[in-house]
């Protein structure tokens, strides 16, 4: 297993060469990454230069965003490993920077990971607040309640939809255009949950409190209203059983095939 701490080494001297080859953007890069003595510093500064407004400044969401990390550090160990999930499985991502600083679908997810916080820490006006930004700025939408796992990656990300009550297992790939959404108008558990190493092609759509399962794969446009079992394919609106992915986890190949 990779060791998630050298990851920050690695992004900050390439920041370094970055800001060598362009020289427009180094003031941002010594900004955003150089100028930072640690990647919990990094993250927060950066989020909170994305996020911050007229009426919320940046200086603020990073002092809040600072402390977060410091009271709960597995978010900045979910952030090293998302930034590890899109160098491995994206092939346009060719260093650590890249997702860290322009990819909208990890930005996203790691605003997501604050508002979370924050949310289950009774502040939910602040929350709400990260997550209206975040769909104004990105065309994503994740609510605060929803529960993420580490090592995912959103490729694109525009469209992207994860309700209150979704679960997002560890190791999962999603594409734009997903929707995770609920059914009814209940206050119970009426969203996904999406197990781990699970991959979701673009377009599909998941509704209701129902499970798929590990390993599995969801074909592009699926519309998917009954629970999943694990290590299958399902495509097609309703979506079936279609095969089995050859893979463990299909979110680490990212290969769209429908298998037979």
């Known amino acids: 297993m990779k060791n998630l701490q050298s990851i920050w080494p ?3 001297s390439q920041a370094v060469s970055m800001a060598s080859d362009e020289l427009m953007l180094t003031s941002f890069y010594h900004n955003h990454v150089i100028n930072h003595d640690s990647f919990e510093s990094a993250l927060a500064f950066h989020i909170a230069a994305q996020l911050g407004s007229e009426t919320v400044s940046e200086q603020m969401l990073n002092e809040l965003f600072t402390e977060v990390l410091e009271a709960d550090p597995i978010l900045a160990q979910a952030a090293l490993a998302d930034v590890d999930a899109y ?7 060719d260093n650590y920077c890249r997702p860290f600083l322009f990819f909208k679908g990890y930005l996203a997810i ?3 990971r604050f508002s979370h916080y924050l949310w289950r820490n009774h502040r939910k006006s602040i929350a709400r607040y990260i997550q209206h930004s975040v769909s104004v700025l ?3 939408d994740i609510h605060p309640a929803a529960k993420l796992g580490q090592g995912l990656m959103v490729d694109h990300a525009t469209g992207l939809v994860i309700g209150e009550t979704a679960e997002v297992g560890d190791n999962v790939s999603l594409l734009h255009g997903v929707t995770l ?4 108008n209940g206050t119970s558990k009426r969203h996904p949950s999406i197990g781990e190493g699970v991959l979701i092609s673009a377009g599909a759509k998941i509704f209701g409190d129902i499970t798929v399962g590990a390993g599995s794969k969801v074909g592009a446009g699926s519309v998917v209203l009954e629970s999943v079992p694990s290590h299958v394919t399902v ?4 979506a079936k059983v279609v095969g089995r992915p050859a893979e463990k986890n ?3 190949s990212m290969d769209q095939k429908i298998d037979s």
């Open 250 to 252: 299909p979110s680490l």
């Open 235 to 238: 495509a097609g609106v309703p």
């Open 138 to 140: 990105c065309c994503v």
């Open 110 to 112: 790691q605003a997501q």
């Open 87 to 93: 160098f491995e499985r994206d092939p346009a991502c």
């Open 181 to 184: 959404g609920g059914t009814g």
């Open 10 to 12: 690695q992004m900050h």
